[in-house]
Structures are given as C-alpha cells and as structure tokens.
C-alpha cells in the first residue's frame, strides 16, 4: 500500500527534527549550581528546582555562583535572588517595600543583653535595633537614622528603650563607644545624642540633659591642652585661637575587628605605625570608614591622615549638642548653664563661618591643620550645616546650587566625587547622608531640590529591593544598583536605610512606589 506523498514529506520533516540538537536540560545548563541545590535538598520537592524561571542570563547566574559559593540558608537565597521558584514566589506576591521595612523591625531587635564573660559584648539594660549582616550590635549614630523610621512605623517604647541604652552607656564609660562591643571602647562616632533626644517621647527628662552634658565633656577633654599646644585629644585650636574639634582613637595599635587589614595598611605606609593605627581609628570614628576626605593621596588607605582634618560635619553636630543644652538647662531653670553653653555654640558658629566655610567655592569644607587651609575634597558633609540649622540664607543657596550641579546623582546624592574605591566614595551614596542633605535643603528653603534627592533615593532603593529582595547597606547612586567598596562585602538588614526610606516615605507618600511595581507583578 503505497502511503500519501504530503505522509512522506511530513515523516522526513519529523526525521530532520530529530536529528536537530535537543535543548539542554537543567542538570546540563547550571552544572555545579544543579548539583548542590539538588544535593543539599535547598527544596523539598526534586522538581521545584528544574521547573524554576532564570531572571536573567543563565551563564551569568552560573557564574555569579561559582564566584560566591553559597552553601545553606545563603544557597537558597542565592536561588530565590536568581529565579522564580514555582511555590515560593509565583504563587504569593511579594511584599511593597514598606511592608517589608516593617517585617524587619522585629528581625532586628534584640532583648537586653547580658552578655557572658569572655563575650566582647556589652551589657545593655533594654531592648534594640541592630544594623543586620556582621553588624549584630547597636551602634551609635546608625541608631538615629534607624530612630526615624522606628517613629514613621509607631515604634516609639523601642525609641525610648534605645536611648536608655546609649545613657547607660554614657553612665558606664563616660560617652557613647561605636558600638557596642569592648573593642570600640577607644572612639566613638557622630554626636548624634541631641538629635535622638528630640525624638524621646520625653524629652525634656533631666537624665538627657545630664547625658549631653557628658557627651559634651567627652567631646572637649583636652580643651585647656590644646588652647596651649594647638590640639589635643579631640579639641584643635585654630589660627585666631578658637576650639573646634576633630576625630581621634584613645586607643594604640590596630582595630581588633580589622587587625589584619590595619597591620597590612600600616606595613606599605613609610610612616610610624602607631600614627596610621591612630588615623585609622580616628576614620572609623568618623563613621566615614573610609574616604578621601582623610586621605593625602586619594587612591592610598595607607596616606590616611584623619586625625590632621578639622571635620565640617562633627563641628555641625557639636554646635547643635551646645544649642540643645543651652535650650535645656534654661528650660530647667540653670542660667547660669543656658548662658555658657550659648557661648560655647555661638563660638563655635563663628569658627565655622571663618574657617570651614568657602564664600568663593560656595560650600562648607573639612580643614587641613597642616597646610592651614581647606581641603579639595566636595563631600556630602557640606550639608551638615544646613541639617542642624547653623547657615545664613545666601550660604544655603549658594549650597544647595553646588549640590544639585556637583553631588546629585541618577539615584541620589553622592557621598564624594571621586571614585576611589574607599566606601565612603563615589558611586556609593548613604541612607544618613540623604536625610541629612533632604532634610536640610528642605529646613534652608530647597523643599524641590530635597524631594528631588528623596525621589531618586527612594527609586535605588525600591529597585535593588526588587531585584534582591533586601534592604543593603549603600547604594551606587550613578547606576541605581547595590553598592560596592571598602574593607568586608555589602550588607543586607538594614537598619539606616529602612529607617530612612521609611521616613522619607512619611514625609512624602506619593513617593511610596506603587505596590504593584514593587510587587514585581
């Protein structure tokens, strides 16, 4: 029986495609990712895996997975991150952004902690909010930005017991360390105390006065030396003789918890060791670990030299902690203390002005105690003037003009100009260093250029939340992605930016992304 010819032409088709390459299969594209999702048994079900949808190139994921080598609860992440998981995603929407600033509170708090002995950490008397990542303690000025969006969210019995924490500790040592742990007993960070206070649901108590009294006398130990000598401690007394200050490390030797990293810095320096080890603790002080702003070649850790820089952002925030006591001690009745303290902030104010501020570049800059004048660096720490309310208006105009044309990027505001690989450098940009810049525009009569800034932060970090699924630690603001640099890899938690984010959601809602987008649907 002879078949039909269209019969024959149809088979031959069929044979050519047989012949053809099959597609490979998920064992075959992803290799050593397939085995150890499948070995390690990162689903439950052997077919979650092999039906899951690669969100990007799968070379790429292959790549990027050889190259971080997840195991354990970090592998399933890594796969979550990287494909959509039939039963883990699809099904259920992912949260808005806010929903998820809002799950995570509770992730980060921890209760009062008495630690045991040989623990580095410190006994805290209440509970509070961590970072997130390696970052498992409080630390100091982290803790105001987190404050803010504790109070956008209704938190205020955890802002109160985190402030009962931070005055303990000033009872206990005498001020508030970088965190809290026995090897950040020698330095501090940001004096953001005064600011943390006027979000207390009391905060006219006399324990916050009493506490910023002492913050304040930690900050000027060393007032009568260096009015003789020219610096000491903390205090630097400028050309005309008046006191501003500077960061410092109390203690000797490398940071414990970057030994290492200290000894390798100090060791391709052609200086004395102790003097590195000194400016790397007074950097971390600083908060700005690491940034040109400390740096005599920019592209060297090794030149630091912080503890030569008379700091615009430190001296900003002290005058705001001698403005907040004055205020205090005259509402308490002391006016004796109203009226030295007035002194103290308008001494100060007067220094910065001479000092610290350009009127030809049009920006507050960091002072260089050994060449006697302002640094080159354009940094962020501009705007701290702004944010504690110190600046004249046409300052504040001529600020606000070099921030939009020099340090307002795709995603935000730039924390430097120059990329240097330090963290503390440009592309990255920094929760704090937003609020601090949007609130102070905003506080200086630039609402636009603030909800600007807000719009663009917002944007980065709804994007790298919906790519990630996290809230990270910095972001690039010139590409709108995570970001990168400095001493230990990019963190996740996290406490700044949910606070932040948070806030600035509070104070502008139309800019909350829309559910959703953030949703990814």
């Known amino acids: 029986m002879r078949r039909p010819v269209h ?44 039906d899951a949808v690669p969100k990007g190139d799968p070379a790429a994921i292959v790549e990027a997975y050889r190259r971080e080598q997840p195991k354990g609860a970090a592998l399933r992440q890594f796969v979550l991150r990287h494909f959509s998981v039939p039963g ?5 929407p992912a949260p808005t952004l806010r929903d998820h600033i ?59 017991s985190m402030l009962a ?80 200050n500077r960061y410092w490390g109390d203690r000797p030797g490398p940071r414990d918890e970057s030994w290492a990293e200290d000894v390798a810095t100090a060791r391709q320096s052609n200086r004395a060791r102790g003097d590195v080890y000194r400016d790397l603790r007074a950097g971390a002080e600083s908060g700005w670990d690491f940034s040109s702003r400390w740096l005599a070649d920019p592209k060297r850790l090794s030149t630091i030299r912080t503890t030569h820089i008379v700091p615009v952002d430190l001296n900003s925030l002290l005058w705001r902690l001698e403005r907040a006591i004055a205020e205090r001690c005259a509402t308490a009745g002391d006016a004796g203390c109203a009226r030295q303290f007035h002194q103290f902030a308008a001494a100060r104010k007067a220094a910065i002005d001479r000092w610290l501020w350009l009127p ?54 730039r924390t430097t100009r120059l990329a240097t690989g330090q963290q503390w450098d440009s592309p990255n ?54 970001g990168g640099g400095g001493e230990y890899p990019l963190q996740d938690g996290f406490g700044w930016t949910n606070g932040v984010t948070a806030a600035l959601i509070a104070r502008w809602p139309d800019l909350a992304p829309d559910a959703s987008v953030a949703a990814g649907r």
Not at 9 to 24: D, G, T, Y
Not at 360 to 366: L, M
Not at 403 to 409: K, M, P, S
Request: contains cysteine.
């Open 7 to 50: 019969f024959a032409v149809a088979l031959a088709a069929l044979l050519c495609l047989a012949q053809a390459a099959p597609p490979p299969s998920p064992q075959q594209i992803y290799g050593p990712l397939f085995e150890a999702v499948q070995s390690e048994r990162v689903f439950e079900d052997g077919k979650t895996f092999v």
């Open 88 to 92: 883990e995603q699809d099904e259920r």
């Open 102 to 160: 809002r799950a995570l509170w509770p992730q980060l708090t921890r209760p009062a902690l008495n630690p045991p002995a040989g623990s580095s950490a410190l006994s805290l008397p209440a509970p509070y909010v961590v970072p997130g990542g390696r970052f498992r303690e409080i630390y100091y000025w982290d803790s105001y930005f987190t404050m803010l969006g504790l109070k956008a969210d209704g938190q205020q019995p955890l802002i109160d």
């Open 165 to 244: 924490d931070f005055e303990s500790l000033i009872a206990r040592y005498g001020f508030i360390p970088n965190g809290t742990r026995t090897y950040y007993l020698g330095r501090s960070q940001p004096p953001f105390l005064s600011l943390m206070v006027d979000l207390a649901s009391n905060p006219t108590d006399p324990r916050h006065l009493a506490a910023l009294r002492a913050e304040h006398d930690f900050w000027m130990r060393g007032r009568d030396r260096a009015s003789k000598s020219g610096a000491a401690l903390r205090v630097v007394r400028m050309p005309d003789g008046a006191l501003l």
């Open 360 to 413: 030809d570049a049009g920006r507050y800059a960091d002072w260089d105690m050994d060449s006697r004048q302002a640094t080159p660096i354009v940094s962020a720490a501009t705007l701290f003037p702004l944010f504690v309310g110190l600046t004249p208006k046409a300052q504040a105009d001529a600020v606000a003009r070099l921030t939009r044309d020099q340090l307002v990027g795709e995603g935000g505001l």
């Open 429 to 482: 940009g920094w929760a704090p260093l937003q609020w601090v810049a949007i609130d102070g525009l905003a506080r200086a009569g630039h609402p636009s250029l603030a909800r600007d800034i807000a719009r663009r932060w917002i944007s980065t970090v709804d994007a790298a939340f919906r790519e990630t699924g996290k809230m990270l630690e910095k972001y690039d603001v010139e590409d709108r992605k995570p």
